[in-house]
């Protein structure tokens, strides 16, 4: 960058950039991290700038102003010391074997220190790489909106994410069903090491990577496995990343969140929520409910995602196998997840409704209550907010449930199941002993439960306003609509709008792979 002006000369923007041979795939070699520029777009402009991420990562507070930054997150300028690559992967796709794939649109700049610890930034829409697959390498402005979006609504809610720093824009025109403009997000995680990573060096015999990609997530991730060794240290990763996805999902679960793309290269080795395509958050709680409308089987339903998760590490076990040997070790260690997945589920299923101690009846409970939600379609997060507000205020106001029965049409069955909810609770309350009274306690857990049952979640209406907006150059309800996402269980009273039921026009909404 040249200055006519020495007197204007700003210096480049200096981030802590890791050394390449100490910094994610790339110091595994060219196999790995293949060296691939990004390609510009004309005219950049910014269209959402997340400082709640940037003050967390440590960067400078002129980073938004830096002449530079803009640029160089556009992937219109390389920053010094950044070494941009694409990686190379295979997976699993709806469940067939779909072979090589690799980052088709996503060019990872390099690692960075952060507070938080290494984080790589990687740019998602920079252009084509080696693994495009005759693709254009370029995203969309509303899908870049969205994946903003989410990835910060997500971290928001407790639930573990990749997270996105920024977004910019392009005149510069995609052509997708029709033709669209284009955009760039920027995305940041400790790795972005995929379950397909592994099943590509598995799948063409590729032993000596295999390992050395798996003793490298050890190293930089799992740092208690490195005592270990041979096929007890990857047998150790294997049983880890099965916990880490039992977590998630019983994460994605508990917020009514679907996901709509559980390839295996879609899934994260450190347990993180990652791609957001076509996801949707729960309206009308609907086991079955498909969000992918390009997902013409159903497979990745909601009710159906622990099971594919589970299926996935399959996957994963099998291409770990050259390095375990042994199928017992594997099996066991993937087999940690059928109970490590109901016991997480049940914890945040109990910490919604308020329940301090287990009990043997309390998955019945849950279940009868979904089944009910199902029948008349209750919208799942206003249920938990409404419930969450009622448990407070029912020692003095002798309708406090009502806000909660006219989300039903069949309140008699929602009725049996408040007597046996109102009656776990006092149970819950003498088992608890902390000598409380009733009313004490009840106001206690209704604060507990508004920390864990959202005001705000990103409704596809939402994010199609935003959208609609963002596409006439006014972001104002992009960057308003992530500020209260940070926050969701906040009340916000300025935007008590979007806590509400979702329009009709809401179920109109079809999102797919291509969105």
């Known amino acids: 960058m040249t200055y006519a002006d020495p007197d204007s000369f700003v210096a480049p923007l200096d981030l802590p950039w890791r050394p390449a041979n100490a910094s ?4 595994l070699g060219p196999q790995f991290a293949t060296p691939t520029a990004p390609t510009a777009l004309p005219a950049a402009h910014w269209v959402a700038r997340n400082e709640l991420l940037r003050s967390d990562l440590g960067l400078p507070r002129d980073f938004w102003t830096h002449p530079e930054t803009l640029q160089a997150l556009t992937g219109n300028l390389v920053l010094a010391g950044s070494a ?3 990686s190379v992967y295979s997976g699993h796709q709806f469940g067939q074997w779909a072979g090589q794939l690799g980052d088709g649109r996503a060019l990872s700049l390099g690692d960075i220190d952060t507070p938080l610890g ?10 084509p790489t080696p693994y495009s697959r005759r693709g254009d390498g ?35 025109f995609v052509r997708r069903e029709e033709v669209e403009t284009a ?32 003793d490298a997530v050890v190293a930089q991730h799992l740092p208690s496995l490195q ?41 994260s080795v450190l347990g993180l929520t990652l ?26 339903a909601y009710a159906r995602q622990p099971q594919v998760a589970y299926w996935n590490l399959f996957c994963l076990g099998q291409a770990l196998m050259p390095l375990i040997d042994e199928q017992a070790p594997a099996l066991a260690a993937l087999e940690s997840y059928k109970e490590a997945f109901p016991a997480a589920l049940d914890a945040r299923m109990r910490a919604k409704l308020g329940l301090q101690t287990a009990n043997d009846g309390d998955r019945g409970l849950v279940e009868t209550l979904l089944k009910a939600m199902h029948q008349d379609r209750v919208d799942y997060t206003v249920f938990w907010r409404r419930l969450s507000h009622a448990v407070g205020e029912s020692t003095t106001l002798a309708h406090a449930f009502d806000p909660v029965r ?12 408040l007597t046996q909810y109102l009656a776990r609770l006092d149970l819950d309350h003498t088992a608890s002993g902390t000598g409380e009274g009733v009313a004490t306690s009840r106001a206690a857990r209704s604060q507990a439960m508004l920390q864990v049952n959202p005001k705000f979640i990103l409704r596809n209406h939402l994010g199609e306003l935003a959208i609609r907006q963002a596409k006439t150059g006014d972001f104002a309800m992009v960057q308003d609509l992530c500020d209260v996402l940070h926050h969701p269980f906040d009340e916000h009273p300025a935007f008590e709008a979007w806590a509400g039921l979702a329009p009709e026009w809401a179920s109109s909404i079809e999102i797919s792979c291509s969105s």
């Open 183 to 214: 955009a760039v997000v920027t995305r940041t995680a400790p790795s972005f090491v995929r379950f397909g990573h592994f099943e590509h060096f598995a799948s063409n015999g590729q032993t000596d990577e295999l390992r050395a990609l798996a």
């Open 275 to 300: 791609d957001y395509g076509p996801f949707q958050f729960l309206d009308a709680f609907d086991p079955s409910h498909i969000c992918n409308h390009s997902d013409h089987q159903g497979r990745y």
């Open 118 to 127: 290494p984080q790589t930034l990687q740019l998602k829409g920079a252009g």
């Open 138 to 172: 370029r995203a969309l402005l509303r899908s870049s909106i969205r994946e903003y979006l989410a990835s910060e609504a997500m971290h928001g809610l407790g639930v573990a994410t990749t997270r996105a720093l920024c977004v910019t824009g392009s005149p510069g």
């Open 24 to 27: 994610g795939l790339t110091q």
């Open 406 to 417: 006219d989300l039903f049409l069949h309140r008699e069955v929602l009725d049996q199941w």
């Open 227 to 267: 005592a270990l060794q041979g096929p007890e240290r990857y047998t150790g990763l294997l049983h880890a990343v099965t916990q880490s996805t039992a977590a998630l999902m019983a994460q994605w679960q508990a917020v009514g969140f679907c996901h709509g793309v559980m390839n295996t290269d879609n899934m």
């Open 84 to 86: 941009p690559y694409a």
